[in-house]
């Protein structure tokens, strides 16, 4: 709050304290109100001592400072058992040992009805908390968080900071303290295990073995559809935050079996002798291996996708769609799809321009880039009109005669009849240029006649 007022006394905006007669544009505002603070301060510092000092006797006694557990309820001196909840806690136990994740659980306790404490859904969050909770074993153990500072009031786990206090047999039990151990010896081999602990978690090789260098989460699968098939790709788990690059996992598989020195990938050999993958920049994979080693490898990865998946029967089968359902998008016209390279037999694509008068201009180039160059779109329209016998160049007339166009260099092109006629023709490959305006003209005339007259100037001295 002090904060707040100092800034709003920079800005020249009063803030009045009608109990204490404080205004804080004053002389003695700013002194007043620091005195105030650090009384405030001071006395909030000391409440909360007092509190912590009850609530560590009461854990003395043997009190909880919490008395909101599912499957009891408090009478005031001790917990006791609800049996309706305490079956459910039962269960809970029971489903874990025997395999169950607490999603599992979750949606069982969700089928059947069962609602939490407090009458809303259980949550798995919940689930994982009662299987952490001694208290069902019929003992306390007080003093598991503290909360350091009076001012953020944030709470952290105690792990030796402060004395715990363990109150044996303070109430009945509803899970024996075998059980209840059993399950923590589980919670800690499915931790260490991580997502392959569960399996109904659809898991590989690699789960839980690439770690991220920069953030330390481990590497997820991120599978994706293409056209004919699927690829997937592992990316760190605190991909958003963290600017680790994805792996494909081709290229991930092939950069194990370099390192392995296999003929071919094996995912048993792998988990074999491959404790984990340090994944850092610049595409450098770190393997630690069992026997203590560690191997840098860098990978690498050229995708093959398109070039798989565009076939001369997919160009074919493309090309035939598109001339049957010419596109309606804007950026199009009835030449596209019509004009191919013939050295490399990709189609040409348009781009738009912009001249200096303002007058937009098209141009089409080849897909591939192969370096045959460009041709306007007028010069295409033009050289069919011929080819055709027309004045003008006619959309309708060219797709009902003209199959499509064939750049063979720059500069020359072949027309392609549906009926079998080939017309070749040429075009200027001369740059164009903007025509001059009657501005540019007067300059250009003005600093002609200044170069001449200096000149004359010069000579004649």
Known sequence: MLNTVRHLRELGIEVRFEKERINSLSEDGEIMLTLLASFSQEESRSISENVKWSIKKRFEQGIPNSFCIYGYRWDGEKFVVVPEEAKIVRLIYDNFLHGMSAEQTEKQLAETGVKSYTGQHFSNMSIRAILKNEKYTGNMLLQKEYTPSHIDHKTKKNNGKLPQYWVADSHEAIIPLETFQAVQEEIKRRRELGALANPHIPTSCFTSKLKCAQCGKSYRRHQYKRVNDTAANWECRN???????????????????????????????????????????????????????????????????????????????????????????????????????EKCGENFHR????????????????SSHCGIGGIFEDTVQDICAKAMGLSEFDA????????????????????????????NGTWSTKKRMPPLSEEHKRCIGEASRKYWRERRCRQET
């Open 239 to 341: 991909k958003g935050k963290c600017d680790a690059k994805s792996i494909p996992e081709p290229a991930l598989k092939e950069a194990c079996r370099q390192v392995l020195e296999l003929e071919e990938f094996d995912e048993s050999i792998f988990l074999a002798r491959v404790e984990t993958i340090t994944v850092h920049q610049d595409n450098l994979l770190i393997f630690h291996m069992k026997d203590g080693n560690e191997i840098s490898h860098s990978w690498e990865f050229k995708s093959t996708a398109r070039k798989d998946w565009w076939t001369k029967e997919q160009r074919d089968r493309m090309s035939a769609y598109q001339k049957k359902n010419p596109s309606p998008k804007k950026g199009t016209s009835c030449l596209t799809g019509h004009i191919r390279c």
């Open 351 to 366: 781009q738009m321009y912009k001249r200096a008068s303002g007058e937009k201009d098209a141009r089409w180039f080849c």
């Open 396 to 423: 309708d007339a060219f797709r009902e005669q003209i199959d499509h166009v064939g750049i063979v260099v720059k500069g020359q092109l072949s027309i392609y009849f549906k009926d079998g006629r080939i017309y």
